[in-house]
């Protein structure tokens, strides 16, 4: 008779979520004895995750973190009450890395194996925590194939799965109805916007992206904008940031706003335009060119800047170690900047095929399925 055997697994973000629920399917299909309690949110519940808190609305980054500590120190409370009650054979950690370490240092503490899947990204800015991870972490999974090299130097236990984005775009299927919708014309110029899922960037991101819109549109007067809203929650943030800049916006400029379908919008895009994350993968998996940003305050920009261990915010730079495709990490609304580099994506033949050639060469070493799978073995391999 099997015995059940109970896993203890933390994902705070969207991507986490969805990670997490391939990971679980994948460890039941090789051990339905096994069940998973934790922090998720809809996609890991549906997997079969017992949640102990929903973190729907729990993303937080930077200064905001600090609004929110009551209640993530409640939240603590309660895994670590599990952690003693039900004793699990494992904590699984994914990505959220101020919470998530503070988890490892209680597992550690009474003596639960913690595996980290799916690393922050400690070798772009935070490299000192390292020793924490050493101290923690039993075993770290990684994504990236720098990642391990990273780690290895660091004396820390590493495993290279790949990147589970790509189990989940092999699964997912595409509206091709939908994308040749949103396309219109044959050869009609369609820039997409997308940026992010949480609402602090979207207030932060959104009003650049529609400011650039207005300059491609003049150089171009034919493209049409999508936006992408890839959480339904905040369709209406954007809709209200739309009206507020109703007066800045040329009312010949067409604009749509796409609700979920990510991978739609991205595959009927001529270029795309998008906050720095793990989008990235998904537009180079489509062979899309794309202009990466990050917005930040003056304040986070000169405090963070010092502490940047690679010269890429972008994961598609990042990995091929060179520039394949533009990218800025700026304080101020340089929108300027973006609609030069995306204009030339757009007009410039040239420089179009030489970033799709590199966006090929990359998914080429990266974009196999079978990430989920195999950590999946991972799991299994540490209880």
Known sequence: METTKKIFISAGETSGDMHGSNLIRETHKKDTSIRFYGLGRDKMVEAGM?????????????????????ELRNIFKDCTRFFDEERPKLVILIDYVGFNLNL???AKKRNI??????????????????????????????????????????GVSVKYV??????????????????????????????????????????????????????????????????????????????????SYASAINQRLSIEIVKEKISEVIKASSLCIASSGTVVLE??????PMVI?????????????PHMKTPYICLVNAIAGKTVV?????????????????????LNQEKREACIAGLKEITSLIGSPGASEKAADEVLGMI
Request: aromatic fraction near 12%.
């Open 50 to 70: 017992q949640c102990i808190h929903d973190m729907s609305s729990r993303s937080v980054m930077w200064l905001q973190s600090l609004k929110k500590i009551p």
């Open 104 to 106: 490892a240092k209680a």
């Open 113 to 154: 194996p913690v595996m980290y899947y799916i690393s922050p990204q400690l070798w772009a800015h935070g490299p000192w925590r390292i020793k924490k991870i050493k101290k923690f972490v039993d075993r770290m999974v990684v994504i990236y194939p720098f990642e391990e090299t990273f780690y290895t130097n660091g």
């Open 162 to 243: 790949g990147h589970p984005l790509f189990d989940e775009l092999n699964t997912r299927g595409i509206d091709q109805v939908l994308v040749k919708k949103m396309k219109a014309g044959e050869g009609e110029t369609v820039v997409s916007l997308l940026p992010g899922s949480r609402k602090q960037e979207i207030r932060r991101l959104l009003p650049i992206l529609l400011e650039t819109a207005n300059i491609i549109h003049e150089k171009i007067p034919s493209a049409k904008f999508l936006i992408s809203c890839s959480n339904t929650r905040n369709s209406e943030l954007i809709q209200d940031i739309m009206k």
């Open 283 to 288: 537009i180079a998996n489509y062979h899309v």
């Open 293 to 305: 940003f990050y917005r930040t305050s003056p304040f986070c920009y000169f405090i963070a800047k």
């Open 326 to 346: 533009p990218e800025k990490y700026m304080y101020r609304d340089d929108y300027k900047w973006l609609a030069s580099h995306a204009t030339e994506l757009l």
